[in-house]
């Protein structure tokens, strides 16, 4: 069992992302604040079936 907090993960991807792509396109810099919200949303799909209970 993963013991990361799930705000750790999308924080950092965003922040490489962001880094990365000033980096390529340096005119983002001037033209937008950020390039990303605060805001992710954190999604699981399977686990048990809903007739296991």
Known sequence: MSTTRSTVLPSRF?????CVLRQ???YLTSRL???WTNSYVV???GGS????Y
């Open 24 to 26: 390529e396109f340096p």
């Open 43 to 45: 999604a699981t799909a």
């Open 14 to 18: 965003k922040g490489w992302s962001s």
């Open 33 to 35: 604040p950020a390039l």
């Open 49 to 52: 079936p809903l007739g296991s």
